[in-house]
Nanobody, 115 residues
Framework: QVQLVESGGGLVQAGGSLRLSCAAS????????MGWYRQAPGKQRELVAD???????NYADSVKGRFTISRDNAKNTVSLQMNSLQPEDTAVYYC?????????WGKGTLVTVSS
């Protein structure tokens, strides 16, 4: 079974930066997609950024120009560099990877951005 471990969350002031990392282990799968979702209080879980094995990258409109996703396929890790953080970015961030029809989720890491 695939295990995803997120790290890098925390409390930052508006305008600050954080870097989230996700490490996948327990499988030799080459994931079709690796990315990040988030869920803010009272909101539905939404895509933040996703990167496919083919190199296609998708970003939520709200984070374009501020967040950058990267993959290290050799290490099976995916990272999210978050700059110019805003209070609206406050959420639990979840690592998500997929292998065809199989989807795996991390347990989430909390990001809190204060005004």
């Amino acid at each position: 079974q695939v295990q995803l471990v997120e790290s890098g969350g925390g409390l930052v002031q508006a305008g600050g930066s954080l870097r989230l990392s996700c490490a996948a282990s327990g499988s030799n799968l080459s994931f079709n997609s690796m990315g990040w979702y988030r869920q803010a209080p009272g909101k539905q879980r939404e895509l933040v950024a996703d990167r496919t094995s083919g190199g296609t990258t998708n970003y939520a409109d709200s984070v374009k120009g501020r967040f950058t996703i990267s993959r290290d396929n050799a290490k099976n890790t995916v990272s999210l560099q978050m700059n110019s953080l805003q209070p609206e970015d406050t959420a639990v961030y979840y690592c998500r990877v997929s292998f065809y029809a199989r989807v795996y989720w991390g347990k989430g890491t909390l990001v809190t951005v204060s005004s």
